[in-house]
Every structure is written in C-alpha cells, then in structure tokens.
Nanobody
C-alpha cells in the first residue's frame, strides 16, 4: 500500500503561483512514476504532469506546458508541482497519484491516489 498526501492548494489571483506537494509513505518503490491530475467541477479528471524516476523524464499536458514544473525530492519521498501564471481555467482539485503501469497519461494507469488539494484561481 502507498499513502499519498497532497498539500499547498489555496486561493490565488490570476497570474499568481502555487507549489503543490505530495508526500508518499508505505511501499514507496511503487512511486517510481508519479503523476498529477486535476478535476474541475462538472469535468472529467485530466492529466497534468508526470515524472519518471528522479527527474530524467517529465511529461506535461499541453495546457500547462511552460507554466508548470514537476519535480521530486527522493530523500523526502515528495513530488512537487510548481505552478506559475495561473489562470481561472486552472481551478480544480489537484490529485497526485502513483503509476501502476500502462499509459502514463491515463488516470486508469494509476493505482494509488491522494485525497486532493483545491486550487482556486480568481480573475
């Protein structure tokens, strides 16, 4: 089992920045590939970013490319999502997840999920 706990969400004005954190505990070798997803009200959960291993390979949704950066501190079993130039379309609950195999962009490929952290961007 892997437990994931997100933090760092909040209310920010458009153009602002936030850094989300996701701390993993338990069977942390299962967290070799970690992803961030988000879900806005009335919408499906969508892929945001993923990181493989320490940081060699990173993946981003087109909508966040150039604005968000995913990183990992292996010593702390923590994955971060640094978000810049936020806009109201980024408003959602953000979830981190541990990949279990398959398409890295698909939520169905992730086995363990955190509870989520709310990000609200005001215009």
């Amino acid at each position: 089992q892997v437990q994931l706990v997100e933090s760092g969400g909040g209310l920010v004005q458009a153009g602002g920045a936030l850094r989300l954190s996701c701390v993993a505990s338990g069977r942390t070798p299962s967290t070799y590939v970690m992803g961030w997803f988000r879900q806005a009200p009335g919408k499906e959960r969508e892929f945001v970013s993923a990181i493989v291993g320490s940081s060699a390979n990173r993946y981003y949704a087109d909508s966040v490319k150039g604005r968000f950066t995913i990183s990992r501190d292996a010593a702390k079993d923590t994955v971060y999502l640094q978000m810049y130039s936020l806009n109201p379309d980024d408003t959602a609950i953000y979830y981190c997840a541990a990949h279990g195999g398959g398409d890295i962009y698909s939520s169905r490929s992730y086995t363990y999920w955190g509870q989520g952290t709310q990000v609200t961007v005001s215009s």
